[in-house]
């Protein structure tokens, strides 16, 4: 069975700081997706990395996949309290899995 | 693009009653559809994946007569909670992908808006 670490399970910070949330596996995956969900709502897609050592920003969010693609991280540059959220990494495994394999999620607050 | 609806949103059903939830995919063609339940404060958790026209492929340790999931055309799925109970009390996502990756990564899943259900 694969699995995703996800780490830290929960975070608070002032308005301003960085942090880096982290998932780690011993498997290699095909792809890994980063979503974030807001309480009431369904996950919403961030962005996909697929080639190890990928790295992708969206704004102030850096996504790295690592180059064994068994990891990948997720850093928030001068957070705001608009970026608060359950943050949740899956990965698909390599094989042709259609089902991803979900971290159990950062809940991210952060405070104005 | 890549935008995925649930209906309801929210339901509150007496126990022992069926409650159908519907997903339909708006913009593309869904070859798969998944069903989640999410615990509080918890990720998700997999119950079943459906593709078109074929039987769903249930998670082990749910039950496939209770879980009812008909999966008719590219665009819906639902999900029929039968002799709905307290312990059914959920919060149900579906998510939707595709195997045309001109527009969709493969793998990538695309999830509705989920639906809270509540089992008196």
């Known amino acids: 069975t694969q699995l995703l670490e996800q780490s830290p399970q929960f975070l608070s910070i002032q308005e301003g700081e960085n942090l880096t949330v982290y998932c780690n596996s011993s498997?290699?995956?095909?792809?890994l997706q980063w979503y974030r969900q807001e309480p009431g709502e369904g996950p919403v897609l961030l962005v996909t990395?697929?080639?190890?050592?990928e790295v992708k920003k969206l704004k102030r969010l850096t996504f790295q996949f690592g180059d064994a693609r068994k990891d990948s991280s997720l850093h928030i540059t001068a957070a705001q309290p608009g970026d608060t959220g359950l943050y949740l990494c899956?990965?698909?495994?390599?094989?042709?899995?259609?089902?991803?394999?979900f971290g159990k999620g950062t809940k991210l607050t952060v405070n104005p | 693009g890549a935008v995925v609806s649930q209906h309801p949103s929210w339901v509150i059903c007496k126990s022992g009653t069926s409650v159908k939830i519907e997903c339909r995919s708006l913009?593309?063609?869904?070859?798969?559809m998944f069903w989640y339940r999410q615990f509080p404060k918890q990720s998700l958790m997999l119950m079943a994946t459906?593709?078109?026209?074929?039987?769903?492929?249930?998670e082990q340790g749910v039950e496939k007569d209770k879980f009812l999931i008909n999966h008719a055309s590219l665009t819906l799925s639902t999900l029929t909670v039968t002799s709905a109970h307290p312990e059914d009390s959920s919060f149900y996502i579906c998510?939707?992908?595709?195997?045309?990756?001109?527009?969709?990564?493969?793998?990538?899943?695309?999830f509705g808006p989920g639906t809270r259900l509540t089992v008196l």
């Open positions: 998510s939707a992908s595709s195997a045309d990756t001109r527009t969709i990564t493969y793998n990538e899943q695309f």
């Open positions: 498997s290699v995956f095909s792809s």
């Open positions: 990395v697929v080639t190890g050592g």
């Open positions: 899956a990965g698909a495994p390599q094989g042709g899995s259609e089902k991803l394999v």
């Open positions: 913009d593309f063609q869904a070859t798969t």
């Open positions: 459906s593709n078109e026209g074929s039987k769903a492929t249930y």
